[in-house]
């Protein structure tokens, strides 16, 4: 079963300013590759951390950054 993740999820350690809305429409160009994902049985946990990582990479290209630490 294809792990879900959700714009909380994403933005944890993110800095953007780039909408709710957008964030959510790249989540759901992710998912779609989650039928590959469960016919490779790809674990819970790999698949977790590569859709994040897709969704973040998308949202670098788009002009986020990542928090390198917060104090």
């Known amino acids: 079963m294809a792990v879900t993740i959700t714009y909380a999820d994403v ?3 993110f800095e953007t300013e780039i909408p709710e809305g ?3 429409l790249l989540i759901a ?3 779609e ?8 049985a790809v674990s819970a946990s790999a698949q977790e ?3 994040l990582a897709g969704v973040r990479h ?5 002009g ?5 630490r917060e104090r």
């Not at 590759?33 to 490779?40: G, R, V």
Request: some cysteine; aromatic content about 4%.
């Open 58 to 62: 998308m949202l670098t290209l788009m």
């Open 64 to 68: 986020a950054r990542a928090v390198a």
């Open 11 to 13: 933005i944890l350690g």
């Open 49 to 51: 951390i590569l859709k």
């Open 22 to 24: 957008q964030v959510d």
């Open 33 to 40: 590759a989650d039928t590959c994902l469960d016919a490779y």
């Open 29 to 31: 160009i992710i998912d």
